[in-house]
């Protein structure tokens, strides 16, 4: 077929007729010997009608056609082999297009199931957080509700019976004054100053501010600000009050002073105080992330340990005790008599159910047992309590 083509384009361009047999085979022609290549060629045309041939020389016509049909091999070979590298580009590049899509594909994919996965863990803990709040405050009312209807019923009680008496002091005070009601003029102030941006109040040359007290706002941990403030409260009530222990609270970063360096480190934090002058002594315990409350009860011979996670630190205990032994020894210049001392951690006290509210529970502790009376609050009362809290600060002044 190739030689085909080429006879036809030689007789396009006029070329004088002849045999083709003649021309292929004429025994005077003086060429090289023919390979393979030109008997194949000489046998496939050798059957075929005349053809138009040119004219020139038999020997230049064979050299003529040898040529051609190498130049023609050659060229359909480059031709089909750059053809061939070209498909192959076009299929590796078609290949790595669709490997790229594919992982593309994947990876949006797996980043969209994430972050459908977060949102869903997100909302569902914002959930959860929503419905623990919900909780306490009913938790909160029904208490409150409960002890409204306790004294309407002992109230009527006493009415019926006549002669006998309600003890109506204990009760009151229990529902009123350990648990007095939030006005909405108290929740004006601390609105106002939880939107202030100066300092909100002083209390023996400790500062709150906006940030301290948004601490106790939701399910925020108290900072050491907080804490310390609120057990300058207490000490502030106890002096100003003729009927209440005399109490000294030390500051949060005492027990961890004291842990670190031992009594030469805190020696001098007593400089001009005289400890054994007090009934009791309150220290703030923190843990890292854990806020505990010790109680050094110098009238009662015993030091107590609050934890509102019922965790026990013998630790802290002996710390504490030795603690005495050298304050005394160093003030007082003698050996302090341990006899009939009890240490251990109190037993029966309530409990956080959450993760947050450990500084709440040590403040309450503190201002209760300072007062020598029983602790009897749960974890439905945090909300209410951290908001009293904030009135109490701003207030500079414990309303119960």
């Known amino acids: 077929m190739k030689y085909q083509r080429l006879l036809e384009q ?35 045309t050798y059957s075929s009608k005349e053809h138009s041939v040119s004219s ?17 091999a050659s060229t359909s070979t480059v031709k089909s082999s750059a053809k061939d590298k070209s498909i192959l580009g076009q299929t590796s590049m078609c290949i790595l297009r669709g490997l790229n899509q594919s992982s593309l594909g994947h ?24 419905i623990e709040r919900e909780k306490e405050n009913l938790r909160q009312q029904l208490y409150r509700q409960k002890a409204r209807n306790e004294l309407t019923r002992l109230e009527s009680l006493r009415e019926s019976l006549g002669d006998l008496s309600v003890d109506e002091v204990v009760l009151r005070s229990t529902v009123s004054d350990e648990f007095p009601d939030i006005t909405e003029e108290m929740e004006d102030t601390i609105n106002k100053s939880l939107r202030s941006r100066q300092v909100i109040t002083e209390c023996m040359r400790l500062e709150i501010t906006a940030a301290d007290l948004s601490t106790l706002c939701g399910l925020t941990w108290l900072n050491d600000q907080v804490i310390n403030f609120y057990m300058n409260l207490i000490m502030d009530r106890a002096e100003k009050s003729k009927s209440l222990p005399k109490v000294y609270c030390f500051h949060s970063f005492f027990y961890t002073r004291l842990c670190s360096a031992g009594y030469s480190g805190v020696r001098r934090w007593t400089k001009k105080v005289d400890l054994f002058s007090h009934e009791m002594v309150i220290l703030p315990v923190h843990l890292s992330v854990h806020w505990c409350l010790a109680v050094i009860d110098l009238k009662e011979k015993k030091i107590d340990y609050y934890d509102s996670m019922g965790g026990t630190n013998e630790g802290c205990l002996r710390q504490l005790r030795d603690y005495i032994v050298g304050e005394y020894k160093d003030k007082k210049g003698g050996a302090f008599d341990l006899t009939g001392w009890q240490y251990g ?44 809290m904030q009135f109490e600060i701003v207030s500079c002044k414990l309303i119960t």
């Open 10 to 44: 030689l007789s396009v361009i006029g070329a004088p007729q002849r045999n083709l047999n003649d021309t292929l085979f004429d025994k005077s022609i003086h060429a090289p010997e023919a390979t393979d290549l030109d008997r194949s060629l000489s046998r496939s």
């Open 56 to 72: 020139q020389s038999p020997s230049k016509l064979t050299m003529s056609l040898y040529s051609a049909s190498d130049l023609d």
């Open 107 to 130: 990876e949006l994919n797996d980043l969209e199931s994430w972050h459908h996965e977060f949102m869903q863990k997100y909302n569902l803990k914002k959930r959860f957080g929503q």
């Open 345 to 388: 951690a109190v037993r029966g006290i309530p409990h956080q159910m959450n993760g947050s509210d450990c500084g709440v529970f040590a403040c309450q502790y503190a201002q209760i047992v300072s007062k020598r009376r029983k602790i009897d609050f749960d974890q439905s009362h945090m909300p209410y309590f951290r908001q009293k």
